[in-house]
């Protein structure tokens, strides 16, 4: 059995790693960050929500294999991710409780051995992307400088939360342009719409930390807003849907787009409603909800392939 102090703070007590894995694959298991795959999803969501919008906009199903593809590079990336970031983060890890625990700074993997499992993610990834219309290697390889950059942004900026969001949704962009071999106005803004839906929900997950933060002498932007982030949150949540609304606008989507549209914006209102700044435990279960909060967005995206009555008047 696992002792309880093995299992990360961040992970659900019944993770698979933890419980099944074997116990020399758990550090590279928990490198990657497979004992929380709540962040798999957030990666992966954008990049298929990217793939809905083309779909719609073009009147067909998204395609499964190519949904596949970006699972597979969204969690090979963030894997890759987590790793680099640990890999620069190591020594302010070692001084917040929520991380000290992570395989580089408790010693179970070697910075030089994280390098490796990073290079070798980052081969598999660019091996699927290489499968993908020129506009999308462009864009995979371009996101580089967004995700080398990120682990720096807490120190030089009160809002790293923002540049996640740039980096994350980034996959909106690769999804569509994989989909299409094309850019446009509908994909710009469901990106826009995922920067600040990123923005929201990693304040809300930042707010685990606010104390260790502050200790380290590092930024984010729960530290920054305060006894005002819940406030702050629900701001950046109704810009998301706003934008969101936009893209599926611009972009023609039919009717059904709505109902499940209007679901994802209350999932988000309730979300800043019941944030508590002081409450760290009930932060993270709100910030892991915005899986399912992605995937009701992506699912309102198909359904806006569906325009009722308007497609049978043009086919007249």
Same mark, same amino acid.
């Given at each position: 059995?696992?002792?309880?102090?093995?299992?990360?703070?961040?992970?659900?007590?019944?993770?698979?790693?933890?419980?099944?894995?074997?116990?020399?694959?758990?550090?590279?298991?928990?490198?990657?960050?497979?004992?929380?795959?709540?962040?798999?999803?957030?990666?992966?969501?954008?990049?298929?929500?990217?793939?809905?919008?083309?779909?719609?906009?073009?009147?067909?199903?998204?395609?499964?294999?190519?949904?596949?593809?970006?699972?597979?590079?969204?969690?090979?990336?963030?894997?890759?991710?987590?790793?680099?970031?640990?890999?620069?983060?190591?020594?302010?890890?070692?001084?917040?409780?929520?991380?000290?625990?992570?395989?580089?700074?408790?010693?179970?993997?070697?910075?030089?051995?994280?390098?490796?499992?990073?290079?070798?993610?980052?081969?598999?990834?660019?091996?699927?992307?290489?499968?993908?219309?020129?506009?999308?290697?462009?864009?995979?390889?371009?996101?580089?400088?967004?995700?080398?950059?990120?682990?720096?942004?807490?120190?030089?900026?009160?809002? =790293? !939360? #923002?540049? &996640? @969001?740039?980096?994350?949704?980034?996959?909106? /962009?690769?999804?569509? +342009? $994989?989909?299409? %071999?094309? *850019?446009?106005?509908?994909?710009?803004?469901?990106?826009?719409?995922?920067?600040?839906?990123?923005?929201?929900?990693?304040?809300?997950?930042?707010?685990?930390?606010?104390?260790?933060?502050?200790?380290?002498?590092?930024?984010?932007?729960?530290?920054?807003?305060?006894?005002?982030? =819940? !406030? #702050?949150? &629900? @701001?950046?949540?109704?810009?998301?849907?706003? /934008?969101?609304?936009? +893209? $599926?606008?611009? %972009?023609? *989507?039919?009717?059904?787009?709505?109902?499940?549209?209007?679901?994802?914006?209350?999932?988000?209102?309730?979300?800043?409603?019941?944030?508590?700044?002081?409450?760290?435990?009930?932060?993270?279960?709100?910030?892991?909800?915005?899986?399912?909060?992605?995937?009701?967005?992506?699912?309102?995206?198909?359904?806006?392939?569906?325009?009722?009555?308007?497609?049978? /008047?043009?086919?007249?």
């Amino acid at each position: 059995m696992t002792a309880p102090s093995d299992i990360l703070p961040d992970a659900a007590p019944t993770n698979w790693v933890d419980r099944h894995a074997p116990a020399a694959l758990r550090p590279w298991l928990k490198l990657g960050r497979f004992d929380r795959p709540a962040g798999i999803w957030l990666l992966m969501l954008p990049g298929w929500q990217g793939i809905a919008l083309a779909a719609a906009i073009k009147g067909h199903w998204p395609d499964p294999l190519l949904l596949a593809e970006v699972l597979v590079g969204a969690t090979l990336m963030r894997s890759a991710g987590c790793a680099y970031n640990d890999i620069v983060d190591r020594e302010v890890d070692a001084k917040v409780a929520r991380t000290a625990m992570r395989p580089i700074p408790s010693g179970q993997i070697s910075v030089k051995q994280a390098w490796a499992f990073v290079a070798g993610c980052c081969a598999l990834s660019l091996a699927i992307l290489l499968t993908m219309p020129l506009i999308a290697i462009g864009l995979g390889v371009g996101s580089l400088a967004l995700v080398g950059a990120y682990p720096f942004m807490k120190r030089i900026t009160w809002w =790293p !939360q #923002a540049w &996640l @969001g740039l980096t994350f949704n980034w996959g909106a /962009l690769l999804g569509y +342009a $994989a989909a299409t %071999g094309t *850019l446009g106005w509908p994909p710009v803004l469901l990106y826009a719409s995922g920067v600040f839906w990123t923005l929201g929900y990693d304040t809300i997950y930042a707010v685990q930390d606010l104390e260790d933060d502050a200790l380290a002498g590092v930024k984010s932007s729960a530290l920054r807003l305060g006894a005002a982030a =819940p !406030q #702050a949150v &629900l @701001g950046f949540y109704v810009a998301a849907f706003v /934008l969101a609304l936009a +893209a $599926a606008w611009v %972009g023609g *989507l039919g009717p059904l787009f709505l109902p499940l549209a209007a679901l994802f914006g209350v999932h988000l209102s309730r979300q800043a409603a019941a944030l508590d700044v002081t409450d760290g435990a009930g932060a993270l279960k709100l910030f892991q909800s915005n899986s399912l909060a992605g995937l009701i967005l992506a699912l309102a995206l198909t359904a806006g392939l569906w325009k009722g009555p308007v497609d049978a /008047l043009t086919r007249l």
